[in-house]
């Protein structure tokens, strides 16, 4: 199963985030419980389709696989998602809107991704989008396909954007695995089909309306350490933003590093192919020459 951790693995890359240095890595939280097993090929589909567990593989060097329980039943949560509220002859503030989160089996197999709206229309398209490709990757991450789950995200007022969708990911791996989501985090960026994390804009402003509001744990994409403001369009440190204003900020570059920042566990993840396994042997390079 070695060759298969590379489809699995992500690949991140450390960008620089400014003349102050770069963010100390989070801490890796307590590990979700879960059972080490060697499959051999074709042999996972069984352990993988079990409702009540998900298989993620190559955890470890040797090509084993870890196998995590999930809930039976259908499990709840509540992220915070952050906005940016520009235009109007109005200063740029920023905020948050509450997301209400809900995962569970589901026995007939069919897709089911629903999203409900407070108003008529106050979903907007791009937020719509978010909460699919959210699901998605979530599944994904477990080693899971989409029909395994049903999925449903509930917003109130009118929101739009797809900066929430890195947060609704780990809110969906959390209410899947059955993890106490910390109401004391949120994060800003958007989620990627390979499960990294992706830029936005006004982050500085969502810091602030969310530390106002109580957060203390707030994660930014990688690589934006120095965001520019959409108040005054100067770069601010979102570091030291945080640190001066008693909270604290968290570089998150994949949606492994966002379900730490939500819950304060770790999930197995699949370790990176060493550059020697992804080798072609003598013979096979014969033959695509």
């Given at each position: 199963m070695g060759k298969l951790r590379g489809a699995l693995a992500l690949s991140l890359f450390v960008l620089a985030c400014g003349p102050k240095g770069t963010t100390k890595p989070q801490d890796k939280g307590a590990p979700i419980a879960g059972d080490k097993?060697?499959?051999?090929?074709?042999?996972?589909?069984?352990?993988?389709?079990?409702?009540?567990?998900?298989?993620?593989?190559?955890?470890?060097?040797?090509?084993?696989?870890?196998?995590?329980?999930?809930?039976?039943?259908?499990?709840?949560?509540?992220?915070?998602?952050?906005?940016?509220?520009?235009?109007?002859?109005?200063?740029?503030?920023?905020?948050?809107?509450?997301?209400?989160?809900?995962?569970?089996?589901?026995?007939?197999?069919?897709?089911?991704?629903?999203?409900?709206?407070?108003?008529?229309?106050?979903?907007?398209?791009?937020?719509?989008?978010?909460?699919?490709?959210?699901?998605?990757?979530?599944?994904?991450?477990?080693?899971?396909?989409?029909?395994?789950?049903?999925?449903?995200?509930?917003?109130?007022g009118y929101i739009d954007g797809a900066s929430a969708s890195g947060l609704m990911t780990a809110g969906f791996l959390?209410?899947?695995?059955?993890?106490?989501?910390?109401?004391?985090?949120?994060?800003?960026?958007?989620?990627?089909?390979?499960?990294?994390?992706?830029?936005v804009g006004g982050i500085p402003e969502k810091f602030k309306g969310n530390i106002e509001k109580g957060k203390k744990r707030i994660g930014f994409p990688i690589g934006m350490r120095w965001a520019r403001s959409a108040a005054t369009g100067r770069m601010v440190d979102l570091v030291e933003l945080a640190k001066d204003n008693g909270a604290e900020a968290i570089e998150v570059a994949s949606v492994f590093e966002a379900y730490r920042l939500l819950t304060k566990k770790s999930l197995p993840e699949p370790v990176p192919v060493t550059d020697k396994e992804m080798m072609l042997d003598d013979e096979t390079n014969k033959a695509l020459e």
């Open positions: 097993k060697d499959f051999k090929p074709l042999e996972i589909k069984k352990d993988a389709k079990n409702v009540n567990q998900a298989v993620i593989l190559g955890t470890d060097d040797k090509n084993g696989s870890t196998i995590i329980k999930l809930p039976a039943v259908e499990t709840f949560g509540k992220v915070d998602a952050m906005f940016v509220r520009m235009g109007g002859g109005m200063p740029a503030s920023g905020g948050s809107s509450p997301v209400k989160l809900s995962t569970g089996p589901n026995p007939d197999r069919s897709v089911r991704v629903g999203l409900y709206e407070e108003l008529a229309g106050g979903a907007g398209p791009q937020w719509r989008a978010g909460v699919w490709v959210a699901s998605i990757t979530a599944a994904n991450t477990l080693g899971k396909d989409l029909t395994d789950f049903s999925f449903s995200a509930s917003s109130g959390a209410t899947m695995t059955g993890a106490e989501i910390d109401p004391l985090a949120t994060m800003t960026g958007i989620i990627n089909p390979d499960g990294t994390i992706g830029p």
